[in-house]
């Protein structure tokens, strides 16, 4: 098998017309990955793709094998140096081939007439050069014509017609497409296929699989095109018909080359999106991908080439993941190959891996594609204000555990805008670039922005343009409240962007919460004052009619050994024990008045308020106020221990001691001695606690004194 040197492009002799040219849909069905380009490598890694597969769903690899038949070898490969291993690129020859079918018949007069069909491998200018691949599909036709006339040539992918004035240049045709360097999908539109194989079927050398033995000239099959002249029989032949001198010529022998590849291929999956959202309640993740609606499944058992049809069990994609529960993806009905999933929420496992896989379950074997799993992300919005020159970005990832970090970027800038505070960021412009050098000022705004998160989500969307009118505050509620009390703006021509809400409560600034069009929520600021919320945006400034009134928290808290209360005027605080608390409107005039416990006596104030004499502020602030309570040393059990009441005593003494009073009208009335078992003494009318101690009078309970059960022993006690 010989080959000339292969010609772009189509070529006629001058004196040749093709007037009629008629073919099949003669296309491949599609082409398979590139073999990564490796200098020097043996295997020769190549650069050309590895398989192209015709609509009989047959592939054919880069037919680069040194096997060889009986006849002769299998491969037309055509490296320098045939007794040395191939080596890309020094010893690879400057063209190879998928595939190809040659035939050839002698001509009346002498000469010949030859047809060459194939799918090729080359290099753009001739020798093997590293990133200089082109593949492409070629039919070519040279007929040696011994008579002008008309010529009618029918071959397996078509027939064109050839009006022959001058016999000398004979036919002379070639029609190559795909040519362009590393686009390899080009061929796929050529005039070849379905391939064309040995009627007997493929032939084996070894464990090799060939289409047929290019050593032997053999019948095939494999055209789509329906013979002109019997249209229930396919074109496998090659046929000249010509002038009467002419005649008929045809023969159904080819020498056909083409290497079968018989790894299984698997079903293409394009995995569109793996995205996970978890917040403390749980984690979910979601997966959308794309193949083709039925697995690559066939049946070994057919003959060839019905063994390379799908038998049509349907695709099956399961998405895995460590710590992650297995999804089934669902599809449409009637199946178009696209799927989804989103599981149930379940526990979030902490950590999370960093990978995922989608597999079509029903490939044989397997078809696996490993993808990142990232987090979900949301851009709202992205606006640009010509007025102000300012771009806001609103995103939020679905990450509520980790919350991870989120940046701005747009195009032409290798460098973030900036970090998103609270999912939002506004920058102006012009913006100056000082990642590179020399710097870039950027006066355009850009066409799109996309939100990149730290945990490896992304998501784009288009930059709005639009100035706002001035906004107008229509109400608020609540009408007042504490500082940090959430308060609900509604009104028109707010922006959906927190930082370019700008609210003050009577001039006060506040924190803006949430921002849409027509409602704010902002928090009452520390030291607001009583008036009207005004809303200033790159649009203007407005506010409200009526006046918001801020209310202050006064706290007390009852302090000290004895006991007391505390109450407000106007009403709002009334605290017996621990602290309390009220609220008052924005500079009401707050008076405390307290009031001591029987047995206990009022020590002063702390906090807010000092000294013994009244309390008196004005609600313009939260105040915390408090009052100091000590128990009178009236009664005393033991050296150091004092009671302002004789029941207080009743209730502490234990069974030998003695219950000292001093001589007064003790605090109370009529206490109950109630302690069983329990044997003391209630000795009265001391002067004071001062050592020596000396009865000088007696001390006096009002009411009556009551011996329950145990025993008291009493001295110089008047019950009045």
Known sequence: ?????????????????????????????????????????SPPQHGFPLWYRDTNRVPLELCLSRTASVNGPMCLTQEPFPAQPFNFPNNFGPEAFWWSADAIMAMPGGGDARLIMALEAAF???????????????????????????????????????????????????????????????????????????????????????????????????????????????????????????????????????????TPIPTPLTVDRLTYSRDAAGMQFHAAATTQPVSNQVNPALPFPQNFALTGVPSALEVTGTGLPTQTMITNDPADGKFFSASSFFADPGTLPATVQVTNINDEPDTVVTVPLVDDVTVFRATYRPQSGTLSIAADSADDVANPVLQAYMPGMTAPLGTLVNGQLSVSFPLVDTSVTPTKTHSVPPVWVTVKSAAGGEASALVTVRDISPPVVAGFSPASGVVGTAITLFGSNFSPFLAENIVTFNGTPATVLSATDSFLTVEVPPLATTGAIAVTTSGGQAASVASFIPRYT???????????????????????????????????????????????????????????????????????????????????????????????????????????????????????????????????????????????DYTTIVGSLTINRGELVVDQVMVN
């Open 1 to 41: 098998m010989t080959r000339k040197k292969r010609c772009a492009g189509l070529l006629l002799a001058p004196v040749l017309a093709l007037s009629l040219f008629s073919r099949a849909e003669a296309v491949l069905l599609d082409v398979g990955p590139i073999v990564p380009q490796v200098i020097n490598s």
């Open 124 to 262: 753009a200018v001739g020798d093997p050069i590293p990133g200089d691949q082109v593949s492409f599909a070629r039919i070519r036709i040279r007929i040696d014509t011994p008579v002008a006339g008309t010529y009618v040539v029918t071959y397996p992918y078509g027939e064109m017609t050839f009006n022959v004035t001058d016999t000398d240049a004979g036919i002379n045709y070639t029609r190559d497409i795909g040519i362009a360097t590393n686009n390899f999908n080009g061929a796929l539109l050529g005039d070849v296929g379905p391939f064309l194989y040995w009627d007997t079927g493929p032939v084996a050398v070894g464990d090799e699989l060939f289409v047929g033995d290019p050593n032997v000239d053999h019948r095939v099959l494999g055209s789509p095109f329906p013979d002109p002249l019997n249209p229930s029989q396919f074109s496998n032949f090659f046929r000249v018909r010509g002038p009467a001198a002419v005649g008929t010529l045809q023969t159904d022998l080819f020498a056909v080359m083409g290497k079968i590849y018989q």
């Open 554 to 696: 006064t706290s007390v808290t009852l302090a000290g050994t004895g006991a007391g209360s505390v109450n407000s005027v106007p009403v709002g605080i009334a605290c017996t024990v621990g602290t309390c608390s009220g609220e008052f409107d924005y500079n009401t005039a707050l008076e405390l008045v307290q009031s001591a416990s029987s047995g206990s006596q009022f020590d002063g104030w702390s906090g807010d308020c000092t000294g013994t004499g009244p309390c008196t502020l004005s609600t313009t602030a939260d105040w915390a106020v408090s009052a100091v309570f000590s128990i009178q040393p009236n009664v005393r059990i033991g050296a150091l221990t004092y009671f302002g009441t004789a029941q207080a005593a009743f209730d502490a003494v234990q069974n030998g001691e003695v219950i000292l009073a001093r001589a007064m009208i003790l605090p109370g009335s009529d206490p109950v001695y109630d302690r069983p078992g329990i044997s003391s003494t209630f000795s009265g009318g001391y002067a004071d606690f001062t050592e020596p101690l000396t009865q000088s």
